[in-house]
């Protein structure tokens, strides 16, 4: 049983280059979001969806798009990178108001 | 809006020298209060669920308590393999799409 799964772990991206982190969960679970975090912020929420076809806005999705086409992926494109988005990303999962699972996160720089 | 605050941002501690961390949160309706356990480079990991004032659960040295304003994690004689940020987060009724999270607290047992 994988849980949630993250790719790529590392990345580094110069300003401007677009990119897609990858999310997919082996759990049926029909919430998924993603999130932020820096240092002294906590987890921000970026997107979320609550079922296939089904997505939202969290806190801060400024030059973040989802899609949510399977319940089982969830993939976040960064349009244009900015500096400001140099963060780890975390993807999650749940069922109703059962525990999240979260995956192991994406380093990312941006130069 | 929901606010989860945690204290205290960090707690060093002796190895058996047990203490408590606070979590307060203000919700419309609480639907569930998660405690995760995060390590340095990995994604949070669920520790306990609370979902109703004075419920308990206990596993190994940890104990999560719950009042209607307020959760507590009592780590009993830790030892240095409990250093880690234990974060706290809520499931409020109208908008359940989305977890709150505290900041964490850090906690850093010294043999």
């Known amino acids: 049983n994988a849980g949630v799964t993250q790719t790529p772990k590392f990345q580094v991206l110069k300003t401007g280059q677009s990119m897609t982190l990858q999310c997919a969960q082996d759990?049926?679970?029909?919430?998924m979001s993603w999130y932020r975090q820096d240092p002294g912020m906590g987890l921000r929420l970026i997107h979320y969806?609550?079922?296939?076809?089904?997505?939202d806005q969290g806190e801060v999705p400024n030059g973040y798009n989802v899609s949510r086409s399977t319940t089982e992926d969830f993939p976040l494109r960064l349009l244009s990178a900015a500096p400001s988005q140099t963060s780890v990303y975390f993807c999650?999962?749940?069922?109703?108001?059962?525990?999240?699972?979260f995956g192991d996160g994406t380093r990312l720089s941006i130069l | 809006e929901d606010q989860v605050t945690q204290s205290p941002e960090a707690l060093r501690l002796q190895e058996g020298e047990s203490s408590s961390l606070n979590c307060s949160y203000t919700?419309?309706?609480?639907?569930?209060l998660f405690w995760y356990r995060q390590d340095p480079g990995k994604g949070p990991e669920f520790l306990f669920t609370?979902?109703?004032a004075g419920e308990e659960k206990e596993k190994e040295r940890l104990k999560a308590t719950l009042t209607k304003k307020e959760s507590f994690l009592h780590i009993t004689a830790p030892k240095p393999e409990d250093s880690a940020t234990y974060l706290c987060?809520?499931?409020?009724?109208?908008?359940?799409?989305?977890?709150?999270f505290g900041a964490g607290t850090t906690v850093t047992v010294r043999a």
């Open positions: 969806s609550v079922g296939a076809g089904i997505t």
């Open positions: 759990m049926n679970h029909e919430y």
């Open positions: 919700v419309s309706g609480l639907r569930g």
């Open positions: 609370l979902y109703s």
């Open positions: 987060a809520v499931l409020d009724t109208p908008s359940d799409y989305k977890l709150s």
């Open positions: 999650a999962s749940r069922a109703g108001n059962q525990p999240q699972h």
